[in-house]
């Protein structure tokens, strides 16, 4: 009982650093919408959530953990029924606390989606609820934190593993979109700058960015690497090759190269960390998937609160198997003998293979969408 006591009162501080950070954006944002700031906030909590299980996750922090006297001992023990044995410590560090830590977030941003539920205005009493109580929030959910990690071993891990694998796949076409909807923005403005003067250094930026984003995207790996890799480079070719025809730009002049470049170079990406993740070399995607979520808090959108708290709940699934490379407790599909090992990275590899050729489908089909939908409005 005495650990418990001590993880709550070395955990108290955390709502304090909150509440500051939360004075600290208003601060550098006075001209921002409360809502901006509010969606800034909770994506900070994502993002500190993302720090605290890339520590838990260190090798370093069991032995750390063991130094203190009395930690780890008669209080975080779990028995787990399919092993018939205690673990010391052993829930608190490694990919099964990433997990906990994830399905507390999820807990949390499901809950405030619930909430949230018919809110279209800040008038809505519910929506001081959303907006403010910081405090009382992270102590909620740091609530919940502790709380998970005396959820019993089992097949927590494995079902948990399974849930991050499908939101993952749902959260990379939301990617997708959002990187569509970005790059669309970013060439229609600096197309209409040419326009309007000094045509040639606009024009010299936009050939550079989209050269840069085509050149990027030759990279090198190892055997599986290449034969992923140079059929996304194949089918990215055939996309960019559609994008140019005469008839997709009569019926979409403003889409160019930019848009293609950097959605060939989304693609490589994603293909990139699938072998990657055979080597466990993956910090570049907890690096993207904090550009998204920044990008989705702060672009301006008519979508209601709900969607963007539900949209924290499915990051914070994704967050687990991010963090842990996409890695399970699994080998060939079936738990290993001591539930420990994350040894089969073949799932995570499917699921980044197929969402990439799944993204360029989409991506396919926003340009030859006005010419087969024709009596709807697209502009």
């Given at each position: ?218 990279i090198y790996g190892c055997t599986e690497n290449k034969f992923f890799i140079s059929i996304n480079l194949i089918l990215c070719v055939v996309a960019s090759i559609i994008l140019i025809h005469p008839k997709i730009q009569e019926h979409q002049p403003r889409s160019g190269l930019l848009q ?120």
């Amino acid at each position: 009982m005495g650990d418990v006591l001590g993880v709550f009162s070395l955990a108290s501080w955390v709502p304090c650093l909150c509440s500051s950070v939360s004075c600290l954006l208003c601060s550098c944002c006075p001209n921002s919408k409360n809502s901006t700031l509010t969606r800034l906030i909770y994506a900070f909590i994502l993002l500190l959530s993302a720090v605290v299980s890339y520590i838990m996750q260190r090798k370093e922090m069991e032995t750390y953990l063991k130094k203190i006297p009395g930690f780890c001992e008669g209080g975080f023990k779990i028995h787990e029924a399919d092993i018939n044995a205690d673990k010391d410590c052993d829930v608190l560090v490694g990919y099964k606390a990433v997990y906990r830590i994830s399905f507390a977030m999820a807990i949390f941003f499901f809950v405030f989606s619930l909430l949230m539920l018919k809110v279209k205005t800040s008038k809505d009493p519910r929506a001081a609820v959303h907006n403010g109580f910081s405090f009382f929030k992270i102590a909620a959910l740091i609530g919940i934190m502790v709380g998970s990690f005396y959820i019993p071993g089992g097949y927590f891990s494995s079902v948990w593993f399974v849930a991050g694998m499908i939101e993952a796949a749902l959260f990379i076409l939301i990617q997708l979109v959002l990187l569509v909807d970005f790059a669309h923005s970013w060439n229609e403005s600096w197309v209409n700058r040419m326009e309007e003067g000094n045509p040639r250094l606009w024009y010299a930026a936009l050939l550079s960015f989209t050269s840069a984003f085509y050149i990027r995207s030759i990279i090198y790996g190892c055997t599986e690497n290449k034969f992923f890799i140079s059929i996304n480079l194949i089918l990215c070719v055939v996309a960019s090759i559609i994008l140019i025809h005469p008839k997709i730009q009569e019926h979409q002049p403003r889409s160019g190269l930019l848009q293609s470049s950097l959605i060939t170079l989304y693609i490589i990406y994603l293909t990139w960390p699938s072998g990657s993740l055979l080597n466990s070399d993956n910090f570049i995607r907890l690096f993207v998937f904090v550009l998204c979520l920044l990008y989705s808090s702060i672009r301006t959108s008519t979508n209601s609160q709900v969607d963007k708290l539900t949209l924290s709940g499915s990051d914070s699934v994704i967050l687990g198997d991010t963090t842990t490379n996409g890695a399970s407790d699994e080998e060939d599909g079936h738990p290993d003998a001591k539930f420990q090992s994350m040894t089969s990275k073949w799932p995570a590899v499917w699921v980044k293979i197929s969402s990439s050729w799944v993204c360029l489908l989409l991506y396919v089909w926003t340009l030859v969408a006005p010419l087969v939908l024709t009596s709807r409005d697209f502009s």
